[in-house]
């Protein structure tokens, strides 16, 4: 295998981890649906020590805007309900016997349009990211042609694939945001 393939292959698993980091990221961004990726990994201080909400509960979707978090110990209702309040500006919980619900307003143009904005931030990271691994692969090959370890022609192959695995994860991220976007609207 050609060295340039190598350095290629070697950063190709961390391109995908921005694609993978991206995707969760956008999970977590509230569309016309509630999703319990909404409150998943919300910290609950527990009996002193710190724990994501899925660790602790059951949370499942009653509706459209309608989450159900139910604790395996009733010992963790106040717990969960104080972490759901410190954390979410845009639902209040509300105990309920054995069950804590949170119940979402619609979404508003406003908040839409914030979202899509934000969604296209989260897209830009995650593109700089991507040029950031283009660029120190680019410079790990280059290096290695002047040292005589890569011969020329090698050298702009590397160039073309290394920018096709670029557009390849780009096309990822557009898109992912796209879909999304597509999700607030509706």
């Not at 604790?71 to 105990?95: F, G, H, N």
Request: hydrophobic share 30%; proline share 5%; net charge negative.
């Amino acid at each position: 295998m050609p060295m340039y393939k190598e350095i290629i292959n070697r950063i190709k698993p961390e391109m995908d981890k921005v694609i993978n980091f991206l995707e969760k990221e956008l999970q977590k961004i509230r569309t016309s649906r509630v999703s319990p990726s909404l409150v998943e990994d919300i910290v609950v201080d527990c009996f002193g020590q710190n724990f994501p909400l899925k660790q602790l509960a059951t949370i499942s979707v009653s509706g459209p805007r309608e989450i159900v978090i139910q604790p395996w110990d009733k010992s963790y209702l106040e717990s969960i309900e104080k972490a759901i309040s410190l954390s979410s500006t845009i639902a209040s919980p509300v105990v309920d016997k054995e069950v804590v619900r949170l119940t979402f307003p619609s979404l508003t143009e406003e908040y839409r349009k914030n979202l899509s904005r934000f969604i296209s931030e989260k897209q830009e990271e995650a593109r700089k990211t991507i040029r950031h691994w283009r660029e120190d692969a680019w410079k790990e090959i280059q290096q290695k042609q002047r040292d005589g370890e890569i011969p020329e022609d090698d050298k702009y192959r590397g160039k073309d694939e290394l920018q096709d695995l670029v557009d390849e994860h780009n096309k990822k991220i557009e898109e992912m945001g796209e879909r999304k976007k597509k999700e607030i609207e509706s």
